[in-house]
């Protein structure tokens, strides 16, 4: 048997899991409900809300797997990318576990891990997971893009977006129309009820399978202002239709781009994964696209598509077979690409 502690910090929740052998048995997330107030997070805070959790958060996900630190065999953290204040916090900590214990650090790419999220298995479930090779659509606050997934520890980008990422334009678009952060959960939220015909924004030409949603922030905001001066009170009477019909074509991007990346690869394993990968348009519409192109198609768990240590836990615990270690003098990283 092989125990991994694996801590979580690159942003605003700190999180801690322990596996066995591959297996998830905790999987501890505090969440920071201070960033609410200033409409996204402040880098300072969360390197101090990180500082004030990290103790309880590893101790509860020890006891919730009744395992002690003795029996631990390897730490694993997240290196990159991420608020480097953040990160500091989960490396440092990480690092201090394993000079006093004496045991094998593991340093995690976060993108990898939400990636190696598809192959989570609980205590007691036997979900099905992807054979390689694999694509993954990575979707999250910072990061869009296709990865090719050639074994556990070989990935390869083969999309990205050029400027603002998937889950930046949902906060965004929310912004536009008044609604607090975390937006994005709250566009899925008034989707549900709206009709996402009603209104339609333009999709970027971009060459091969990158991304771009720059231009399309622009053309909603563009189109509030404009209708705002017809009718002031235009969004608070049309919600919902505006949600659906700014996350339909959110979804409508990315998976044009993931249904392109398949057909030139012909790979039919297709996984989402990253905190915009729990939008509930985005799962209904890759699995209805999944049948259509004759996909398997696998999501993470809701707890494992946004940030959390279990994704880090299993990314960790392929690296601890593979021997790939490092030395007390690893540092973290805000940009790192893998």
Not at 215 to 229: A, C, H, N, P, V
Not at 276 to 298: C, D, H, P, Q
Request: proline share 4%; glycine share 8%.
């Amino acid at each position: 048997m092989s125990y991994i502690l694996a801590i979580e910090s690159s942003c605003d929740e700190t999180a801690a899991a322990v596996c066995n052998d591959g297996l998830i048995l905790s999987n501890i997330i505090a969440s920071q409900k201070i960033h609410e107030e200033y409409g996204g997070v402040v880098p300072e805070l969360a390197s101090r809300a990180h500082l004030q959790a990290i103790v309880p958060v590893v101790d509860t996900a020890l006891k919730k797997a009744n395992v002690s630190l003795d029996e631990i065999d390897a730490f694993a953290f997240t290196q990159s990318p991420g608020l480097i204040g953040a990160l500091l916090v989960g490396t440092e900590f990480a690092k201090s576990l394993s000079l006093g214990c004496n045991k094998p650090l593991i340093a995690v790419h976060h993108m990898q891990a939400h990636v190696l999220a598809n192959l989570i298995q609980s205590p007691g479930k036997k979900n099905e997971t992807p054979s390689f090779p694999f694509l993954c659509l990575t979707v999250s606050g910072g990061h869009t893009q296709i990865v090719l997934c050639e074994d556990f520890l070989q990935m390869k980008v083969i999309g990205e977006t050029l400027d603002d990422a998937a889950g930046e334009a949902f906060d965004k678009s929310a912004k536009i129309l008044g609604l607090p952060y975390p937006g994005g959960p709250l566009i899925d939220k008034f989707a549900k009820n709206g009709n996402p015909e009603k209104y339609k924004f333009p999709e970027p030409k971009i060459d091969e399978l990158n991304f771009s949603f720059s231009g399309l922030k622009t053309s909603i905001l563009y189109f509030i202002r404009d209708e705002k001066l017809k009718n002031e009170n235009f969004v608070e009477e049309n919600m919902a239709d505006i949600c659906a019909s700014v996350q339909s074509r959110i979804v409508s991007i990315l998976l044009h781009k993931l249904k392109k990346a398949s057909r030139e690869t012909g790979i039919t394993d297709i996984c989402i994964a990253g905190g915009v990968s729990a939008n509930k348009g985005l799962r209904r519409e890759f699995e209805k696209m999944g049948i259509e192109e004759g996909w398997k198609t696998f999501i993470p768990a809701f707890e494992y598509c946004t940030d959390n240590a279990a994704m880090i836990a299993i990314t960790g615990y392929y690296k601890y077979k593979a021997g790939i270690f490092e030395d007390l003098s690893v540092v973290p990283s805000a940009r790192a690409v893998f």
